[in-house]
Nanobody, 123 residues
Framework: VQLAESGGGLVQAGGSLRLSCDASGFTLSGYAIAWFRQAPGKEREAVSCHNWSDGSTEYADSVKGRFTISRDNVRDTVYLQMNDLKPEDTAVYYC?????????????????WGQGTQVTVSS
């Protein structure tokens, strides 16, 4: 089970980025996929998750209304569209799954993780 994130970069405040999460060795279909982030000196925090079971989505309060998680089942990719980025969004972003169809990983933080992609938002 391997996950790979891409799409990070340097952007000015107010800008947008779209992160992608791809899998190798298995398919993302059937599993809830979450996005986390970790800023320097801070704990890893949950950002968003897409529940496979009912298609519902979950967001941290800090990103509600700005970030959107979506899934392309044809491409077998999960996206995190990030709009109106703020300097406090600067972090390494990870996608993760525990191979459950519900977003249990948001609480347990145990599962399979990608290597992360750096997002830097300048003020």
């Amino acid at each position: 089970v391997q996950l790979a994130e891409s799409g990070g970069g340097l952007v000015q405040a107010g800008g947008s980025l779209r992160l992608s999460c791809d899998a190798s060795g298995f398919t993302l279909s059937g599993y809830a996929i979450a996005w986390f982030r970790q800023a320097p000196g801070k704990e890893r925090e949950a950002v968003s998750c897409h529940n496979w079971s009912d298609g519902s989505t979950e967001y941290a309060d800090s990103v509600k209304g700005r970030f959107t998680i979506s899934r392309d089942n044809v491409r077998d990719t999960v996206y995190l569209q990030m709009n109106d980025l703020k300097p406090e969004d600067t972090a390494v972003y990870y996608c993760a799954t525990d191979l459950s169809s519900w977003c249990l990983i948001l609480k347990t933080k145990r599962g399979y993780w990608g290597q992360g992609t750096q997002v830097t938002v300048s003020s």
